[in-house]
């Protein structure tokens, strides 16, 4: 997910000095480290430590508390990090109005997290009006590719199906935005390879999750101009 999201920056033009971006529930990954590494101006976001530990995000260490947790010193030089990278807090589901015109923004593995399914595909509307017109909104989710009727449909994880992100998409273009959208799921050894608890930590592309088999998908939006 750290790839295809870096992927889509690079070769869209955005991962460059002068760009300005956005990170939704940024945990302690790496990538505000790599775009701040390429010159990108970043603004980091994650929820209110408080919420974060109710939810189980602090016990886990998967939630961004202050600055320092995003800084990869392998990656990027203190001061260069601190010259380009600012933290704040920000809840998904109600995004401050002051979050605006940014060249991208992007979420990794967070919109599923929202409570259901309507809160995800409304994050996803939402992140759009963060952007500057012709902005790329790059976001991964959980992605059910057993089942376009039955799901996960509300709880501390969702699963999105084929006709959730069908409608994200129908409402994207309808408002001008680009997308595109594939459902190939890969036939090669990896592709077709599932694991099941207790996970490992090798190499796979699919989970079993419940009685779900499961994915990563990704969403590019360009926002219109207009």
């Given amino acids: 997910e750290f790839c295809f999201i870096l992927q889509a920056l690079v070769t869209t033009g955005m991962m460059r000095a002068g760009r300005h971006g956005l990170g939704f529930g940024v945990g302690k990954a790496p990538l505000a480290s790599v775009m701040a590494a390429e010159g990108c101006d970043i603004v980091a ?6 919420t974060a530990r109710l ?3 602090v016990a886990t260490d998967e939630h961004a508390g202050m600055l320092e947790d995003l800084l990869y010193p392998k990656i990027i030089d203190e001061r260069s990090f601190r010259d380009r ?8 589901n109600h ?4 979050l605006t015109d940014f060249d991208f923004c992007w979420s990794s593995c967070a919109f599923e997290h929202l409570g259901t399914i309507e809160r995800g595909l409304d994050f996803v509307e939402a992140s759009l009006r963060t952007l500057k017109p012709g902005g790329l909104a790059v976001h991964t989710t959980e992605f059910n ?8 449909r509300e709880g501390g ?15 994207m273009r309808g ?7 594939s459902f ?22 699919k989970l079993a999750l419940g009685s779900f088999l499961t994915t990563s998908y990704g969403l590019i939006v360009r926002k219109s101009v207009d």
């Fill in 157 to 171: 994880t969702v699963l999105f199906r084929k006709r959730d992100i069908e409608e994200i998409a129908e409402r």
């Fill in 145 to 152: 590719c057993s089942s376009n009727t039955d799901t996960v």
């Fill in 95 to 98: 995004i401050s109005d002051d």
């Fill in 85 to 92: 990278v600012y933290y704040r807090h920000c809840d998904m």
């Fill in 45 to 50: 976001t994650d929820l209110e430590v408080e």
């Fill in 184 to 205: 190939y799921v890969g036939e090669t050894e990896v592709d077709c390879y599932i694991d099941a608890p207790p996970y490992r930590h090798d190499r796979h592309l």
């Fill in 55 to 57: 939810a189980g995000w």
């Fill in 175 to 181: 408002q001008g935005h680009k997308i595109e959208t």
